[in-house]
């Protein structure tokens, strides 16, 4: 059947299928196309991992080229900054402004599916409007959807941290645009959750969605949280992990492993023994 259609036939009905999308659902394609196509410009400027573009795939691929963690671990920072300045641009415009998934429920959009799986994460930190004066870390913020989703929902004060200096602009760009947030009470700044710039016990609590998992070791990144949270302080935590049911002898296992690591930025996947050993040995 489409073998039969023109291509002028075909370029009508994109059209219309855009159109549709536009008029009668909550998605913004025309919109976000125009703003994607208007950052590549200023983005490409800032690259934070190679001078270009073109730069930043070959690292990344070279970083990905062994089978080995070890030199991913070891160069985390490039990886990880190759892969946002490549992936943050196309993220916001395909995904939203909150890097992570969630699950849906019947009759449930999208949009909605994303704001509950951030307010449950702050339900459990015990957040709300009634601890206003609350400093609270988002530890890998992205470009800040989900902490300008939990301030507007609970009030409190949030630091976003992300090695990625683009994801840090764009992230302090959007908070300022919404009067009710401003970078006064949302703000992202530069760092790395390996050696965070705050002193000791700056935070009332913390979370990270979906971020740890960039990290070279995780007791090192678990223990740096701890130090930087009040005594009693409670940490948070979506995490990339692989079950029980993985088998490191099964290529098809191997493969999927891979796959997501490839197409997360990851070093390598803990296991959720792993991750929650490292929560002990932290403290």
Same mark, same amino acid.
């Given at each position: ?14 059209v ?10 909550? =998605? ?16 490409e400027?800032?690259l ?25 671990n ?11 300045d ?12 909150s ?11 999208? =949009?909605?599916?994303?704001?509950r799986?951030?307010?449950?994460? =702050? ?50 760009t959007?908070s ?34 979906e =971020? ?6 995780r ?30 002898g ?20 803990c ?11 932290a403290?």
């Open positions: 059947m489409l073998d039969s259609i023109s291509g002028t036939d075909a370029a009508c009905l994109t219309f299928l855009i159109a549709a999308v536009q008029l009668v659902t909550p =998605a913004n394609p025309i919109g976000s196309t125009v703003r994607l196509f208007r950052q590549f410009r200023s983005q400027k800032g934070t991992s190679a001078g270009n573009v073109d730069s930043g795939i070959e690292e990344y691929n070279r970083l990905h080229s062994s089978d080995s963690p070890e030199e991913r070891k160069n985390y920072k490039s990886l990880v900054n190759s892969y946002y490549l992936a943050t641009l196309f993220y916001e415009w395909g995904w939203g402004q890097f992570h998934f969630a699950y849906r429920y019947p009759f449930e959009s999208f =949009a909605e599916s994303i704001r799986h951030e307010y449950y994460l =702050a339900s459990k930190l015990g957040l709300s409007t009634e601890g206003k004066d609350l400093k609270v870390l988002d530890v890998g913020c992205g470009i800040g959807g989900p902490m300008r989703n939990i301030c507007r929902f609970t009030q409190t004060d949030i630091t976003g941290l992300t090695l990625n200096q683009y994801q840090v602009e764009r992230g302090n959007l300022n645009l919404d009067p009710q947030l401003t970078t006064t009470r949302c703000r992202s700044i530069q760092g790395d959750f390996m050696k965070m710039p705050f002193p000791p016990s700056s935070f009332d609590a913390a979370y990270a969605i =971020a740890t998992c960039h990290a070279p070791d007791v090192g990144v678990y223990s740096e949280i701890l130090r930087v949270l009040k005594p009693g302080a409670i940490f948070a935590c979506y995490e990339w992990c692989m079950t029980e049911a993985y088998e490191e099964r290529e098809e296992h191997r493969v999927m492993k891979k796959q997501i690591e490839e197409g997360d930025g990851l070093p390598d996947i296991g959720t023994k792993v991750c929650l050993e490292a929560m002990r040995e403290g």
